[in-house]
């Protein structure tokens, strides 16, 4: 790695590790037997997951009629779920894509786990569409597959069919994304292991060899995969808006949308990060590999994005007074004073008020703080999708179809459930595959270990490595 | 594993050693069979001479048939077989296609460069590729040269020159 690293730069990875502590630290909670930590999470988690099996079949079997949803609300907690967990997923692709393009070193700590994060919440954001239809069998209807009525096609001009294609795009790419990362890391893993544990990882590392041919193929794969996930991750939350802002009811009927979601999907993707990642790193004992600076990094992001997201809400208050336009202003003056102010409250409190203690570098630095807030933030931002769902739909043109919702059992339950299956499939990860990515964190190790750069730098380390890299520049 | 091959190969301990070495290699006209390392050493590729992927080209030319497929196919469908009013739009209603266009796009672009990437590198699930040691994917950084019919002098010299730019440890071994 060709590299000017600046003297006041601070290190990535501590400990002085070498590349074999590195494959060890990072490969060794993958062979042993999980500690009590993670089996009670895991319990836990699988209860939910339970959970999660009998509120879905309930709603299978008895119908959606079990949701409280009616003729004015016909959007709620599932909906509200959905936009959440996809808006989760998106750190996933900013820290895998985004930051590799900028070449933000620190990615490298996190980047592995974040994208299994990605895939799990969007598969969990994409339970509720499908069921939202109610009748889930007939979910193959949303594709323009060659049928006999007609056939007739989808209808191409609908956001709720882009989000089809937004959201089974993403959650592919992002598959293949995170996979063929994996694919050298599960080599590691092989070449340490006998037996059938060995022809396991053999089959999941589809035999590679680590040869220089092929690094260089997946140098390019995995910058090309970068390049194509930064407008395809802006893509799929801009068309999750879509799906209110192209409708005309006021409230959802504004251009600021895209943006604004965008930007809360980024606040609330880095907050779920930060809550995996702080557990993460305690219970597999990587505190040298997800250090504070990568925690301050992601609080700073929290911060810059919590902010965006106030900024959105009070441009959409002050749009909608100044357009003059009454049914505009009604629907403000509903969100803010209206039935459900309570969400609203929540979600201002949590979103744009609470982050802003991230201005200090010792809180954005305290591990306490920042689990508090992630947690804070991901509940604010769970409340920002129920206030733009509910309390516009709530108060539409006609007062007499007015009405009010309160989720049932059955929602609550499926809700819950999809934390379940979530948690669920990220512990079942942390067992089976590396949670860092190991051979990036190898290549950074010379621009970003403790003993080459920070206070701690031993001088003719750094002299050795700043002359092959002048050499390899050439 | 067809052709079975002798490989004198050399473990080096760290990057920058190896990569003197591959130098070294180039300025001696000794044809390098391969190196593999754990992780992408920058400068390695232009060290060893390799020629840059083309793999950015097969993903222009997926995306290219994404982008094509997307939306020929809505146009087809909207105007020839099976024409709609949406909201008093016209037919071939352009802007509300890029959404899906652009989706397509990638999708084909990330499967088909995947799959390319998978299958030129000669790998598939279950493969079973030969290696040199396990510890190539750890901390070893190895040099391997083909020593397949080679005199036995040729093959001192290969040693020689292996454990002369640095290697830790220099092995024969036939894959």
């Known amino acids: 790695m060709s590299v000017v690293v600046s003297p006041i730069r601070e290190p990535l990875i501590e400990g002085g590790k070498t590349y074999h502590q590195i494959t060890e630290d990072i490969c060794s909670p993958t062979e042993k037997a999980p500690n009590l930590a993670w089996m009670i999470a895991f319990g836990l988690s699988s209860a939910f997951l339970g959970l999660y099996i009998f509120t879905v079949a309930w709603t299978i079997w008895f119908g959606i009629g079990t949701w409280n949803l009616n003729r004015t609300i016909g959007w709620g907690w599932d909906i509200t779920n959905f936009v959440w967990w996809v808006g989760i997923g998106h750190a996933g692709t900013l820290i895998s894509a985004i930051l590799l393009l900028f070449r933000q070193r620190w990615r490298t700590g996190v980047n592995r786990a974040a994208e299994a994060m990605t895939i799990f919440a969007v598969m969990c954001a994409g339970q509720f569409p499908l069921i939202h239809m109610g009748r889930l069998w007939l979910g193959i209807f949303i594709f323009p597959y060659p049928n006999t009525r007609g056939p007739l096609w989808v209808n191409f001009n609908s956001p709720l069919l882009w989000d089809v294609f937004a959201i089974s795009t993403y959650l592919t790419v992002s598959l293949l994304f995170w996979y063929s990362g994996l694919v ?41 995969l970068a390049g194509l996930s930064t407008p395809l991750v802006l ?111 929540g979600m201002m409190a949590c979103n744009v008020l609470s982050p802003q203690v991230f201005w200090s570098r010792k809180i954005r630095r305290s591990i306490w703080w920042t689990f508090v807030m992630s947690i804070f933030v991901n509940i604010g931002m769970w409340f920002e999708r129920f206030v733009i769902i509910a309390t516009t739909l709530a108060r539409d043109y006609i007062p007499s179809s007015w009405s009010y919702y309160v989720p049932t059992w059955v929602e609550i339950g499926i809700f819950l459930g999809t934390l379940g299956l979530f948690f669920t499939l990220f512990l079942t990860f942390t067992r089976v595959a590396p949670v860092v990515a190991v051979a990036e964190v190898k290549a950074i190790l010379k621009a970003g270990g403790d003993q080459y750069v920070g206070p701690n730098a031993k001088p003719h380390h750094h002299h050795g490595h700043d002359e092959v890299s002048t050499e390899a520049h050439h | ?89 016209p037919y071939w209603s352009v802007p509300s296609f890029i959404p899906i266009t652009f989706e397509v796009t990638v999708l084909f672009a990330a499967i088909g460069m995947v799959v390319s990437f998978f299958t030129v590198c000669g790998m598939a699930p279950g493969r079973v590729n030969p290696t040199l040691d396990d510890r190539i994917t750890d901390d070893k950084f190895c040099i391997a040269f083909n020593a397949a019919g080679a005199e036995e002098e040729e093959r001192d010299r290969l040693r020689s020159f292996l454990s002369g730019t640095g290697a830790s440890e220099v092995n024969m071994k036939t894959i």
């Open chain 1, 184 to 224: 050298p890391d599960f080599a590691t893993l092989r070449d340490r292991s006998q037996g059938l544990r060995r022809k396991i990882y053999n089959a999941v590392s589809f035999g590679w060899t680590g040869s220089a041919k092929h690094w260089q193929r997946f140098e390019s794969l995995a910058l090309i």
């Open chain 1, 235 to 345: 893509s799929v939350h801009t068309i999750v808006s879509f799906d209110f802002a192209t409708s005309v009811i006021p409230g959802w009927h504004t251009t600021i949308f895209p943006p604004y979601f965008v930007a809360g999907a980024i606040f609330s993707g880095f907050a779920m990060v930060q809550t995996l990642m702080l557990i993460a790193r305690k219970v597999l004992k990587l505190e040298e590999y997800i250090t504070l600076q990568h925690i301050d990094s992601m609080n700073k992001v929290i911060l810059v994005t919590g902010t965006i997201v106030g900024v959105a809400y009070l441009t959409e208050l002050f749009i909608s007074w100044y357009s003059g336009y009454i049914y505009e202003q009604y629907a403000f003056y509903n969100r803010v004073l209206g039935p459900y102010w309570w969400s609203y409250v």
């Open chain 2, 1 to 89: 594993m067809k052709h079975q091959k002798e490989v004198i190969y050399g473990l080096y301990d760290d990057e920058e050693i190896l990569l003197r070495a591959v130098k070294k290699a180039q300025a001696d006209h000794i044809e390098i069979m391969d190196v593999f390392t754990p992780f992408p050493v920058h400068g390695l590729d232009k060290a060893m001479g390799l020629e840059e992927s083309r793999l950015h080209i097969a993903g222009f030319a997926y995306g290219l048939t994404g982008t094509l497929t997307a939306f020929l196919f809505m146009t087809w469908v909207f105007t020839r077989d099976w024409p709609i009013i949406f909201g008093g739009k």
